[in-house]
């Protein structure tokens, strides 16, 4: 959804801390769904997801090329997160005994002020079950937690759906200042909030 490829490259230092736990809910349809810190092993699912859960619009969305099957390397890198430069979050359920990935999101430090550029993903067929924006809120607070200044990513001009749920949440949405025919949302983040990761509204 938001274009991330750019910055991918970075590589992670340390493994989630278990400050961050998982969220469970159920959603609409009924399903039991976990939103948790990516681990390592988890580079299977989010390749399954991106392969076989994103429509090739879906991924050309995300990634803002065409993007067929995601590297190995690339994949390992998306599933290792320090919580420092790199945070990610996943949202699975588990169908016929196996756990599968509907849901992903992640933001990366950027070289400049102390802020981050944030992307996320929510598979086709698990759009309008409040996926989306759980992930969003997640990466808010960790972005909070984290002490940074504001979050900004890039949405392509007909994602009006991304732009809704990014404007939802309070962020501004104008055309890209660089990069013409892109969108860009930006959030300026409050100072940390101490009650905790879990603390706030994003858990109902």
């Known amino acids: 959804m938001f274009n991330f490829a750019h910055t991918w490259t970075a590589q992670a230092s340390r493994l989630p801390t278990p400050a961050h736990g998982t969220v469970e809910w159920t959603a609409s349809c009924g399903t039991r769904l976990t939103l948790r810190p990516v681990r390592t092993s988890d580079a299977a699912l989010l390749g399954d997801l991106f392969e076989r859960g994103l429509s090739r619009a879906a991924r050309y969305s995300r990634f803002h090329g065409a993007v067929g099957r995601l590297s190995d390397a ?3 890198w998306m599933a290792t997160a320090d919580f420092d ?12 005994g196996l756990e599968h990935a509907v849901g992903e999101g992640r933001w990366v430090r950027t070289a400049a002020a102390p802020g981050a550029e944030f992307a996320l993903a929510v598979a086709d067929a698990w759009q309008r079950q409040g996926i989306g924006g759980r992930l969003l809120a997640a990466l808010v607070q960790a972005g909070r937690d984290q002490g940074l ?22 962020f501004d949405c104008a055309d890209h200042p660089a990069e013409a025919g892109l969108v860009q949302a930006q959030l300026s983040l409050a100072p940390p909030v101490r009650a905790g990761f879990f603390s706030g509204s994003w858990l109902h």
């Open 149 to 170: 200044t504001c979050l900004t990513g890039d949405v392509m001009p007909g994602n009006r759906a991304m732009q809704a749920l990014a404007g939802g949440q309070h």
């Open 85 to 96: 430069r790199h945070a990610a979050f996943i949202v699975t359920c588990q169908q016929d």
């Open 74 to 76: 690339r994949l390992t």
